[in-house]
T-cell receptor
Framework: DAGVIQSPRHEVTEMGQEVTLRCKPISGHNSLFWYRQTMMRGLELLIYFNNNVPIDDSGMPEDRFSAKMPNASFSTLKIQPSEPRDSAVYFC??????????????FGPGTRLTVL | LAKTTQPISMDSYEGQEVNITCSHNNIATNDYITWYQQFPSQGPRFIIQGYKTKVTNEVASLFIPADRKSSTLSLPRVSLSDTAVYYCLVGDQAGTALIFGKGTTLSVSS
């Protein structure tokens, strides 16, 4: 398996523009997570899905952020309009939720977003 | 979700054993303790998980006392390549989201 795939790897945009980050989870995984990482705040959970349904979006900072998972193999995180403070590395992770054992999360390589 | 507290940073030299302790005073009965490792410019990756006593794998050991209010990740004979951020997380088996926070930055020098 290729692992979790994220695109783009780097994104530079100007304030006010719309940004869409994409994620393809590992085939067969039924949970998907979006994280944001900055030096100041560390690694923060934004939202996570189970079986394509958003379970907890309390980490989504503002209404400017939205996430969708139209099917089991694809998810997007959209920021509209973007602001300089949104600059961060955004990670997508997936796991196989089960009743026993730890649901190890597998992380993608991340998208480094810079908003000018 | 149980909150965890761990040191912000640690320094070590090659060949030494490193122990990183994490406090989780309000850990719940169903919670497991899990550690992740993150190298620069990469996403975190799973290292080890335990519920009680001791767990060992090819990478590390995890020591958990009887009261489970803390845990210690032990890295034997570290090398330069072990320089990374280490996260201690607590959560139940059901796969509810885990809180990563800022972790412990381990710096290994020669």
């Amino acid at each position: 398996d290729a692992g979790v795939i994220q695109s783009p790897r780097h994104e530079v945009t100007e304030m006010g523009q719309e940004v869409t980050l994409r994620c393809k989870p590992i085939s067969g995984h039924n949970s998907l997570f979006w994280y944001r990482q900055t030096m100041m705040r560390g690694l923060e959970l934004l939202i996570y899905f189970n079986n394509n349904v958003p379970i907890d979006d309390s980490g989504m900072p503002e209404d400017r952020f939205s996430a969708k998972m139209p099917n089991a193999s694809f998810s997007t995180l959209k920021i509209q309009p973007s602001e300089p403070r949104d600059s961060a590395v955004y990670f997508c992770a997936s796991s196989l939720r089960s009743r026993s054992g730890h649901n190890e999360q597998f992380f993608g390589p991340g998208t480094r977003l810079t908003v000018l | 979700l149980a909150k965890t507290t761990q040191p912000i940073s640690m320094d070590s030299y090659e060949g030494q054993e490193v122990n990183i302790t994490c406090s989780h005073n309000n850990i719940a009965t169903n919670d497991y303790i899990t550690w992740y490792q993150q190298f620069p410019s990469q996403g975190p990756r799973f290292i080890i998980q335990g519920y009680k006593t001791k767990v060992t794998n090819e990478v590390a050991s995890l020591f958990i006392p009887a009261d489970r209010k803390s845990s210690t990740l032990s890295l034997p004979r570290v090398s330069l390549s072990d320089t990374a951020v280490y996260y201690c997380l607590v959560g139940d088996q059901a796969g509810t989201a885990l809180i990563f926070g800022k972790g412990t930055t381990l710096s290994v020098s020669s």
